[in-house]
């Protein structure tokens, strides 16, 4: 069963939590107390609440003397609400990828905290950098939106801009198959830009271990089911919707997502969305069969 953000919980301005620090990061060393106070919500998915924290005055003084002058810093928390056992295995692999995957192009984790709450409710925050650019799918909206003002097909990227992103993409992506995995859900909402304007993937709640050997029927139907939930259908891979066995599912499940997004980053959608409305149309991954948004 799949486990909603409880909308009711939302926590309040003001609010304050304690995360500890991931490995050697940015913000101290592995175990090191991070206080944060709550600011505003910035995002709201269909298992996560993403909000706008900056660390308190008393935890920057503890920390690093040095620091404590320094103007204070924001981050992004996401709240995960579970349920069920299943929610708490993925946010736990979500933690473990990050500890796995440092990479440059690939969005750190900053420090992490979990507690269990009545009702076998298991409450995570996750402490990520605050990515005040946006990311890969922001830019593309916002060159969809002046497209149809100008009435005139505007890229979000130059050629030379798309290749110089799409590379550093590619590399965060190698870090995660380096590490024997695949990201399964690769797609412009999930690439997010730093400070410094570099391309990082996100999102590793998705992973999992590659490959993926495909026996039977019913190995065939659990990889369908587990697609479903695990990777957005414009931009997943044809053997996630349909799978011949036997067979091994690995790493060209990403490649085919990559190139997606390379299309999109050109021509503002999915190459398998259609029409003004940008329709998903599952034949259309099936047959291999797109057309160019000019």
Request: aromatic share 8%; charged share 25%; net charge positive.
């Amino acid at each position: 069963m799949g486990n909603k953000a409880n909308k009711s919980a939302t926590i309040k301005k003001g609010t304050t939590a304690t995360v500890n620090a991931i490995g050697e990061s940015q913000i101290g060393q592995e175990g090191d107390e991070i206080e944060i106070k709550y600011s505003s919500i910035i995002g709201e998915g269909g298992f996560s609440t993403v909000y706008k924290v900056k660390e308190t005055k008393s935890s920057r003084n503890r920390r690093n003397t040095s620091q404590s002058k320094s103007p204070k810093k924001s981050y992004a928390i996401k709240r995960m609400i579970c349920k069920d056992d299943e929610w708490i295995i993925r946010c736990e692999e979500e933690i473990k990828m990050h500890r796995i995957c440092v990479h440059t192009n690939v969005l750190p984790l900053l420090a992490c905290f979990s507690v269990r709450k009545p009702r076998g409710i298991t409450e995570y925050l996750l402490m990520l950098p605050l990515c005040s650019r946006g990311g890969l799918q922001d830019s593309i909206d916002c060159a969809n939106n002046v497209s149809i003002k100008r009435n005139q097909k505007i890229s979000a990227f130059t050629e030379s801009e798309c290749l110089s992103i799409f590379s550093s993409i590619c590399k965060g992506v190698k870090a995660l198959h380096s590490a024997g995995f695949t990201h399964r859900d690769l797609k412009p909402a999930n690439i997010l830009f730093s400070t410094d304007n570099i391309p990082m993937v996100m999102d590793l709640g998705s992973c999992a271990k590659t490959p993926i050997f495909i026996e039977t029927s019913r190995d065939a139907d659990l990889l369908y089911d587990t697609a479903s939930v695990h990777s957005t259908p414009s931009y997943r891979a044809p053997e996630l919707f349909m799978t011949a066995y036997p067979c091994d599912i690995g790493v060209g499940t990403d490649v085919w997502s990559l190139g997606c997004i390379l299309y999109a980053m050109l021509f503002g959608r999915s190459p398998f969305e259609f029409g003004q409305g940008g329709s998903f149309e599952r034949l259309a991954v099936m047959v291999r069969s797109f057309y160019l948004h000019f």
